[in-house]
């Protein structure tokens, strides 16, 4: 039988590549996104949120055997806040259930190399705080100047890989057989940075804050591929690690102060 994985974020970019790489993998794959999916949700709402189980568990039966939290937004404002950190831990969650019939169950979160950049203390607290209200309160008042707004997703996708580390070796994850992983990518080419890096001149600046030294900016496909594998059979002790996959900005930024 075909492995059933759901995909957030479906619809573009780097899930979009997900999608189309399971696909031609043979693989049966529940896309879930605003427009253009399977399944259509809103993960900033908890309306949304509950629809994505319920739609999810009708149209696999019940049973799957990946997740990938993919969905997310860059925009410095409070919705980036609502999907990026509690809509993806929403959707591990609240599908995690759906894995128990699964041989092989897998659930991977996309994070960012961006975790690695300042960030608000007060939002990543309230974040890992699972304070939804105190979090998008706090993302309101950084949004208000341009100066902290970029704090705002930085802050999330830190506290999500924070969040992973947290969950992956408990009785939820590790315990019931399940490799919690995320990735960190670092600039992709998809809409979501289209307008960053349209011009020469934009790739170059911003290639010196995120520096790729291997092969420069990546397609989504590459990605996709990692997050393939971290959710295949084959990984069956990968647990709890934010895998980079952004060209070397983490070995140039932190160098060998990770272990
Ligand atoms: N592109 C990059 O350089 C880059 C780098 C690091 C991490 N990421 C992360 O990768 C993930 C995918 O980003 P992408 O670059 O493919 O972006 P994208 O904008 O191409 O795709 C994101 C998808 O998420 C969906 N989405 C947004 N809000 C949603 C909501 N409320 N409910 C359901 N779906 C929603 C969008 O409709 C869109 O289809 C994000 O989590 C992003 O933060 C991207």
């Not at 969040?163 to 408990?170: D, E, H, I, K």
């Amino acid at each position: 039988m075909p492995r059933t994985s759901v995909v957030t974020g479906a619809a573009s970019g780097i899930g979009k590549a997900t999608k189309e790489l399971l696909e031609q993998r043979g693989e049966r794959v529940i896309g879930v996104d605003l427009h253009d999916a399977e399944v259509v949700a809103d993960l900033a709402s908890a309306e949304g949120r509950a629809a994505l189980v319920d739609a999810v568990r009708k149209v696999s039966g019940g049973r799957i055997d990946a997740i990938y939290a993919n969905a997310g937004l860059a925009s410095a404002a409070p919705p980036t806040v609502a999907v990026n950190f509690f809509g993806a831990i929403a959707t591990l969650e609240k599908l995690r259930p759906l894995l128990k019939g699964s041989d092989a169950p897998r659930a991977v979160v996309v994070s960012s190399m961006a975790a690695l950049m300042a960030s608000d203390e007060e939002l990543v607290g309230r974040l890992t705080a699972g304070d939804e209200q105190a979090a998008m309160a706090r993302a309101e008042v950084l949004a208000k100047e341009p100066t902290t707004g970029g704090l705002i997703y930085c802050s999330t996708k830190l506290a999500l890989s924070r969040w992973v580390r947290r969950q992956a070796a408990t009785a939820d994850w590790a315990g019931a057989g399940i490799p919690l992983n995320a990735v960190a990518p670092g600039i992709i080419a998809t809409p979501m940075t289209a307008e960053m890096i349209d011009t020469e001149q934009e790739r170059e600046s911003l290639l010196k804050v995120v520096p790729m030294p291997l092969n420069g900016i990546a397609e989504p496909v590459v990605v996709a591929r990692l997050l393939a594998w971290l959710n295949s059979v084959e990984n069956t002790h990968l647990c709890g690690q934010i895998v980079y996959v952004d060209g070397g900005s983490d070995v140039v930024l932190r160098g060998d102060s990770v272990w």
